[in-house]
Structures are given as structure tokens and as C-alpha cells.
């Protein structure tokens, strides 16, 4: 394919280096025959802007700039740096230096990986955009409350009891604090993306009265919605004489809001919701083994059937809202089910070398590493080569680990990490049996993806565009 | 507005003497002052000298292209001299200087169009054909037809 070359030329006062900077630059291009696009920043303003796209199917790019010149858009891209005098006495150079830098994203398969998840969030739209937006600021209070709890718990599980000892202050900090948070920021944030700033205090007001009045994560994801539409609403349609329009959303949109949601949590969506959510709980709660391994199933293969997509991410949320209520089991089958895949890829190019092409064995250890972690998409890069070999050996897999986990009675105070909380005592229940059911079936997963898969040299014209799928 | 709007016949000065960078800036910042285009003479001729301390102008080939935003500067304007004798302009490709446009540019200016105008110079300014004109025109009236 063609090398596309991008670049972009300014200087601090922008009047002419600028310009001829870019010039220089595109008429060495012309006469190397390389195609290319320069944008120039002066005091014009920025003229040929490169898109989104264009930046991420470059090559590589230039940067001659004595300035700012947005250098954080090209995160991830060989960039040729440069000063605009560079530019003009030796655009050439520059070409060819552009040239020869190898493509990073193609290399690098953690960026790749890190690459499929950006343009997730990017595709991400509408409701679930703005669920995701809570989720994503909810899970740290998450992380940093579970492991404070499990740290608690390494003292011996009824530690915190002890006023005034670390155990309750780690708890404290954990268990009252940041799960307490959890909801309210789910919710909040969640209101924050459909309404912006004037959502917020409704969100986070809504998400509170969830928490508090036993709808849990359930209600809090109701309270955002309610919250940002509500706030949403108000900034639409509220129209005010423009010397009193500075009030709106400091004073009006927020009371409004504020008090619409709550008032609607309260006297109208929040019973329902709490007789759900204790349904729910009770449910959880008192599974037989039969209705538990039917649960881990299922919570297994949603976890890789998109690798860190929609479905997986439904699951995940599940799980991590139920650690508010002191369920600690279906976490526990997630993250299992979560670091089975790219563990069992890596196991598979260990065991079946000539299933795989160079390339794909190289990723398999970066993928082991990112399964360790927990990292579901350490698989995309697999999956996305040949899915519909690997996905479902990568569901199977999963779904066996789920529902071993569930069976064992695992639990999991601690919603990632991966194999680093296994080492924090008491983070997990039944340790060892979850230890096993991780084992199992990264197995099996290396099995099934072994057996669907065809040897390399059988398939040589579709390995090529295989290699490439994973590169591009 | 055109090239020439803002190249004024009385700002082009072939083939005058100049012993140095300022004096070469000198006599062009008097041409645009005569023409009305500089009105403050000294703080427009220090904008262009701050300018130059960030970085030279003197962009190769024997061209340099000082310019100064400044208050002191009425209307936007654009001189060109052709020196007989080599200046040292501290060059990026290190080669003395016998070609000199000095851009003027008003602090508070609305509009961009002059500023399109010299982004289109200083583009033309890389290409050889272009430098040659430069060189070989023997009338003002020459030298501005090849700006055109």
C-alpha cells in the first residue's frame, strides 16, 4: 500500500515560515512521489486540518512546529519532529526520515490492542455511551475500595471489627467510602454525559437516594437517566430573558432538576426498582448449584463474546454493582471468565505452533500477559483475524470457567486485577478451587481454538490476509 | 486586495547598498512609513527586531523575509529590497542575503485576506523559477509583474 505521509507546519507568529515550511514539504513529496497532506497552523488560523481518519491511516508524520500544533492527536503515531527551519532547508529528509519509520500501531500489539478499544468508545453511542461514561468513572472507586476491603480482610475477615485498628481503617476506607461513592457517581456520571455540567448534581443526587434507599446499582442507573434527561430538558427548554439567563445553570436547571429526579426516585421509581434489585439479591443469594452454573455460564460467555464490548461489559457492570450488596460471587466468575481467553490464545500458540504465524505467536505472549492482568482484549487482535473459529472456542472456554467459578463458590471482594488479588488473603474465597477453574478453562479454550483452527501451511493464501488483519 | 495592494511601487528599492540587517530594515521601514503604511517607525522596527531574535528570517537562497506585528503599523504593507552587496543574515542554510521583503502587520487587524496574501509569497519564496525572477527583473514594474 501506498505510505501516506501527513504533516503539520507552524511557527509563533505564523506570517511565513508557516507557509513556505509547507511548501518546501510538499514539493519534496511531489518529487519523491509520496502522497501527502500538510496542515499549516499561522496566524491564518489552522487551513487544511487533517481528520481523524486521515491521521490514522498515516504512515507517519511530520511535525515542524515552534509551537503548539495539537501534537496530543498523533498519541500512538511514528511522528517525525522537526523545527520549521528544518522544514524548509531540508524537507527531503524529513520525507524520508517519515518513510522509514516503521508504522507503530501495525507493530505493537498492546498499542493495537489499546487501538480496538479506543475506536470502541468512539463507535459507543447513545444510551450506552452514557452508561458506559458512569461505568467507567464508577470502576476505580471500584478498584481502589475493593482492594482497600480486601487488604482489610488480610488481617482475618472479621478484623475491622476492632475499632481503631488499620483493618477498620482500611475498611473504612473501602467498604463506607468508596462503595459508598460508587453508585452516586455511576449515576451522576451517567447524567453528566447526556446533560453535560447541569447534570450532574441531579445525577449524583439521584444516584445517593438509590443507594440509600436500597435500589442499589439497578436504581442508580435509572437515577442517571432520569437525572441527565431531566437536566437535559430543562437546558432545552428553558428560555429566560437574557439578563437573567446567567442563572440558569447555576440556580435553576440544578434546583429543578435536583428536585424532579428526587422527587421521582422517591414517591415513583425507586420501589419498584428496590423490589427488583432485592428479587434480584435474594436470588443471587440462594441459587441451588444447578440455577448458579446456569449463571456462571452465561456471565462466562458474555464475557468473551465481544471482549470488552457491549455484552462484556454488561456483565462486568453487573458484576461490580453487585459487590455493593456483598455479592462477591458473580465478580468472582467475571474476572475469571474475563482472563480466560487471551490466556487460553496463549496457551494455544504454545501448544500448536503451526497454527500460527509468527506474528501470532510473538502476540500469544504479550496476550498471556494481558490475560493475567485481566485484560479481555488482550484476545481482540485473535478474534479479529479469524472470528468465527476463535470466538466461540473463547466463549466455550469462558462459559466453562463461570460456571466452574460459581460452582466452587467463589468470591471476589476485589473487581480486577487478575492474578495479583489471588495474592492478597481473603480478597478471595475458595482460592484454590478458583485458581483451578482459571486453569481449566484456559485450557479449555486452548483446545477448542487448536481444534477449529487450520494449520498455517494449509492455508497459505488466507494466512497472508490473516497476518494482515492482525497488523492493520 | 492583491499582491500588489500591498507592494507599493515605492516600496520596492532595487539594488540598494546595505552594510547590514538593520540598515537593510531601516530603509525599507522608511519606504512604508513615506507610503503612510508604518506610522511608528521605531515600534514597528522593534517588533520586527524581537522577531528576529526568536529566530532568523533569513530563510535560504539568499532570501530573508523579516516581518513585525505591531501598533506602530497602520495598514497592512509589504516591502521588497535588492541589495548589491552580501548581508549577513544569520541564514538558516547559512548563505548572506541579497534578497529582503519586510512584512508589516497591524496589531488590531480585522480580516485575514493580507495575511493569505503573504502565506501565498512565502510559499512562491521555495520555488527556484520564482527566486530567478527576483534576481533578473530590471524595472519595479518587472519585479511586481512576477509577484503577481
Known amino acids: ?472 | 486586495m492583491a499582491l500588489t495592494d500591498l507592494l507599493k511601487t515605492e516600496h520596492v528599492l532595487l539594488d540598494i547598498e546595505a552594510v547590514s540587517k538593520e540598515a537593510c530594515i531601516d530603509q525599507l521601514t522608511s519606504a512604508m512609513e513615506q507610503t503612510g503604511v508604518v506610522h511608528d517607525a521605531d515600534a514597528y522596527k522593534r517588533a520586527v527586531l524581537k522577531r528576529e531574535e526568536e529566530g532568523t528570517t533569513g530563510i535560504g537562497f539568499g532570501v530573508a523575509i523579516p516581518h513585525g506585528k505591531s501598533s506602530g503599523v497602520s495598514q497592512p504593507g509589504l516591502a521588497f529590497a535588492r541589495v548589491t552587496s552580501d548581508v549577513d543574515w544569520e541564514s538558516l542554510d547559512g548563505t548572506p542575503v541579497r534578497h529582503v521583503f519586510l512584512i508589516a502587520v497591524p496589531e488590531e487587524q480585522a480580516g485575514n485576506e493580507h495575511l493569505q496574501i503573504l502565506s501565498q509569497l512565502s510559499r512562491k519564496l521555495m520555488h527556484e523559477d520564482f527566486r530567478e525572477k527576483l534576481q533578473s527583473a530590471t524595472t519595479i514594474e518587472e519585479l511586481i509583474g512576477a509577484l503577481e
Open chain 1, 1 to 472: 500500500m501506498e505510505k501516506k505521509i501527513l504533516a503539520v507546519t507552524a511557527c509563533p507568529t505564523g506570517i511565513a515560515h508557516t507557509y513556505m515550511a509547507a511548501e518546501a514539504i510538499e514539493k519534496a513529496a511531489g518529487e519523491k512521489g509520496v502522497d501527502i497532506k500538510v496542515e499549516t497552523r499561522g496566524s491564518v488560523g489552522v487551513e487544511n486540518e487533517l481528520t481523524e481518519t486521515e491521521i490514522r491511516d498515516a504512515h507517519a508524520i511530520i511535525l515542524a512546529a515552534d509551537t503548539d500544533a495539537g501534537e496530543s492527536r498523533f498519541a500512538g503515531k511514528a511522528v517525525v519532529y522537526a523545527s520549521v527551519g528544518e522544514a524548509i532547508k531540508g524537507a527531503a529528509d524529513l520525507i524520508d526520515q517519515a518513510l522509514a519509520k516503521k508504522a507503530t500501531s501495525a507493530e505493537d500489539y498492546v498499542e493495537q490492542v489499546q487501538q480496538a478499544k479506543k475506536e470502541r468508545s468512539a463507535q459507543r453511542k447513545g444510551p450506552y455511551k452514557h452508561l458506559m461514561n458512569g461505568v467507567s468513572a464508577m470502576i476505580p472507586l471500584v478498584v481502589a475500595g475493593g482492594i482497600a476491603i480486601a487488604l482489610s480482610f488480610m488481617f482475618g475477615i472479621n478484623a475491622a471489627e476492632e475499632e481503631g485498628s488499620l483493618a477498620a481503617a482500611l475498611m473504612q476506607i473501602g467498604g463506607s467510602s468508596a462503595f459508598a461513592l460508587m453508585v452516586p457517581i455511576l449515576s451522576g456520571f451517567i447524567a453528566y454525559s447526556i446533560a453535560d455540567k447541569p447534570g450532574l448534581a441531579p445525577g449524583l443526587v439521584g444516584g445517593m437516594l438509590a443507594s440509600s434507599g436500597g435500589s442499589g446499582f439497578l436504581g442508580g442507573i435509572a437515577a442517571g437517566f432520569l437525572a441527565g434527561y431531566v437536566a437535559k430538558f430543562f437546558k432545552d427548554k428553558i428560555q429566560l430573558p437574557k439578563n437573567l439567563e446567567g442563572l440558569k445553570p447555576i440556580l435553576i436547571i440544578p434546583v429543578l432538576a435536583t428536585l424532579v429526579t428526587g422527587l421521582l426516585m422517591i414517591y415513583v421509581i425507586g420501589t419498584p426498582i428496590e423490589s427488583i434489585m432485592t428479587g434480584l439479591e435474594n436470588w443471587l443469594k440462594g441459587l441451588n448449584s444447578g440455577n448458579a452454573i446456569f449463571l456462571g455460564l452465561i456471565l462466562g460467555a458474555m464475557m468473551a463474546f465481544d471482549m470488552g464490548g457491549p455484552v462484556n461489559k454488561a456483565a462486568y457492570a453487573f458484576a461490580t454493582g453487585l459487590l455493593a450488596s456483598d455479592l462477591y460471587a458473580p465478580m468472582a466468575a467475571v474476572m475469571a471468565a474475563g482472563m480466560t481467553p487471551p490466556l487460553g490464545l496463549w496457551l494455544a500458540t504454545l501448544i500448536r505452533k503451526n497454527k500460527f504465524t509468527k506474528e501470532e505467536r510473538d502476540a500469544g505472549k504479550a496476550a498471556g500477559v494481558l490475560g493475567i492482568s485481566f485484560i479481555t482484549e488482550g484476545a481482540i487482535p485473535f478474534a479479529a483475524a479469524d472470528p468465527f473459529r476463535v470466538i466461540p472456542s473463547l466463549m466455550v472456554g469462558s462459559a466453562v470457567t463461570g460456571a466452574l467459578s460459581m460452582l466452587f463458590g467463589a468470591g471476589l471482594k476485589a473487581p480486577h486485577g487478575g492474578v495479583f488479588v489471588l495474592a492478597i488473603p481473603n480478597a478471595v474465597t475458595n482460592l484454590l478451587p478458583y485458581a483451578l477453574a482459571i486453569l481449566v478453562g484456559t485450557i479449555v479454550t486452548a483446545i477448542m481454538v487448536v481444534s477449529l483452527k487450520k494449520t498455517v501451511e494449509s492455508k497459505v493464501n488466507t494466512n497472508s490476509s490473516n497476518s494482515n488483519d492482525v497488523a492493520s
